[in-house]
């Protein structure tokens, strides 16, 4: 495992430019399974999620060419196996989208439980409910057995709650099930919406994205595509704050306008000065000032992964911020390292939080224990005084392409060791 030394207190300036979004490029790749003809994707990031999510494509037989490059090409005339390898799900909670796919080219699928972020806390159980709904039943055994006697059937089926990836799991099945499926309750995010045009590109026939109700007209024949990927409206959000917080400016190419008005807004009520000119969002330095309360939602509200990163800006705010993430309690608890760099922080409830500012920071050992707080606590090092040391740095890298370069060339005193 890796450790980044920050050396804080510089200012950081300059450009950058984001890749695709990660939360769209793993349920592609996962579509790429569903066609026997060849997929090719650009704008690929360049992370470890990725990467693996390929590597389980290689696992069940598929053939995956430019691993590590921005460009993949996908083909899967056969899949071998039911079941992906489980060193490799462990390390990756986006496998279940393996689920469909599988279901849908060998009729079984089994999977160990998948990793990431909190796996103890974040369930699959909308997942696999709407597969048991299209006709899955499950098999006893260890991890998730399920398998398909008649085919995956076409439904109607209300999601408990609107899960992206629980959406795009059933989007994925549907697309193979022969008939009309409508998915009530859906989750609306761009990459969700992302990955409804590519199955579309594939063949399948499609209404609703990005509203509540999805009709998808699956199990025809589907075909090879060519999809570009939208950029990462979350990565571009996280170099925005990385400026903000360190009293610098920044220029972010790559996210769609539509994409990222939802955290520019929670910025401008920050104070932060940001605006998009033509395709570039410029983040200007800017005096903060606390926002009152910063509150995440369903698409189009505040995103959850954000969350973590709008905490630490509000260290650096006039006043006092609440933010409340109603969704995922632990972002906040592995905020707490913050309180022994002399933030003045509150933890009202696993989901809420009181930040009061300004506060200067003072460098310290950080544990990255999920992808966006790990982000969150590079932002606060580089605003401490002194020097920081986050590891395990790979807990970072698997959503943040080239991480170390791209922050070393705005200016930021970072190095990565062993």
């Known amino acids: 495992m890796s450790t980044l030394v920050i050396e804080g207190g510089q200012r950081l300036s300059g450009s950058v430019e984001v890749e695709g979004n990660k939360n769209a490029a793993l349920p592609i790749l996962a579509a790429c399974l569903l066609t026997t003809e060849e997929c090719v994707l650009t704008n690929v990031p360049r992370i470890s999620d990725v990467e693996v999510m390929a ?20 083909r899967c005339p056969d899949v071998v196996k039911h079941e992906p390898d489980g060193a490799l799900v462990g390390r990756l909670r986006g496998s279940v989208l393996l689920l469909g796919p599988l279901l849908a ?37 260890p991890g998730h057995i ?44 761009p990459h969700v919406v992302e990955l409804c045009l590519f199955l579309q ?32 409206y979350i990565e571009a959000g996280s170099w925005a ?26 910025l401008k009520r920050m104070k932060i000065e940001c605006a998009m000119d033509g395709d570039v969002f410029c983040v200007h330095r800017s005096r903060p000032h606390a926002a009152g309360r910063i509150t995440t939602g369903l698409w189009p509200g505040f995103p959850s992964d954000m969350v973590s990163l709008v905490t630490v800006l509000a260290t650096q705010c006039e006043g006092q911020t609440l933010v409340h993430d109603w969704l995922y309690e632990l972002r906040l608890f592995a905020l707490e390292q913050l309180s022994s760099m002399s933030a003045d922080l509150f933890l009202c409830d696993p ?20 992808l966006r707080s790990g982000m969150a606590l590079i932002a606060a090092g ?30 930021a005193r970072v190095a990565k060791v062993a």
Not at 63 to 71: D, F, K, L, P, Q
Not at 404 to 411: F, K, N, W
């Open 55 to 74: 590597r389980l494509i290689l696992d069940l037989g598929g053939h995956v060419e430019g691993i590590g490059s921005t460009t993949l090409r996908v």
């Open 105 to 141: 080219r060998r009729g079984r699928a089994h999977l160990a439980p998948p990793g990431g972020d909190f796996p103890a806390r974040r369930t699959i159980g909308t997942h696999l409910e709407a597969l048991l709904a299209m006709g899955a039943r499950n098999v006893a055994g």
């Open 146 to 189: 399920l398998e398909t006697p008649h085919g995956l059937q076409p439904t109607s089926i209300y999601l408990y709650e609107a899960s992206v990836t629980g959406t795009e799991t059933a989007l994925l099945a549907a697309a193979a099930a022969n008939g009309v499926t409508e998915i009530r309750h859906a989750a609306c995010e």
């Open 201 to 232: 590109q594939l063949g399948v026939g499609m209404t609703g994205a990005g509203t509540s109700t999805i009709r998808v007209e699956g199990g025809g024949p589907l075909h090879g595509a060519e999809h570009q990927l939208w950029g990462d």
């Open 241 to 266: 704050v990385v400026a903000a917080v360190t009293g610098g400016e920044i220029q972010v190419r790559g996210a769609r306008t539509e994409d990222i008005e939802v955290i520019a807004a929670v």
């Open 351 to 370: 989901h809420r939080i009181i930040v009061s500012g300004p506060r200067r920071l003072r460098g310290r050992p950080l544990d990255s224990r999920d």
């Open 382 to 411: 580089l605003a401490a005084d002194g020097q920081s040391r986050l590891a395990p740095l790979e807990t970072v890298e698997r959503g943040y392409g080239r991480l170390v370069e791209r922050l070393q060339g705005l200016g």
